[in-house]
């Protein structure tokens, strides 16, 4: 499991100028962006790729999950660093409470919603 909290810098302005967004780590585990990074962002990148490396090659980058929930959270300062769960929801940029709606709902009934809107969106129905 991991968290990466590296802020968007490729955006121009708000809303996501400095912030986290969906899929952002893949440009970096995939070095797809590199021509386009800071020297800083490059470094991180290649750190990425090479932990993405030995965790498809079967060896463990990063402490495992394990009972304590472990994540390896990749910050905005480009460091690597350990937080378990319980650390982790002492962070109010995390949005715990957000996730604990998801809970509470169920997460089955969540991906069905999901599911029959993409399904009908798809199909040019909405």
Known sequence: MYHFERGNYFREGP????????LLDASYHFLNLNGNMSEEDQELATEMAAKWIK?????????????????MCITDGCEFIVRTEKEDRTR??????????????GVEKIWKIISVYHAHFDMGEW
Do not use: M, Q
């Open 55 to 71: 965790f498809a090659n079967g060896e463990d980058p990063w402490t495992p999950y394990g009972k304590e929930h472990n994540a």
């Open 15 to 22: 809303p996501y100028r400095g912030k986290a967004t969906h």
């Open 92 to 105: 109010p940029e995390r949005r715990w409470s957000n996730w604990e709606v998801v809970l509470d709902i």
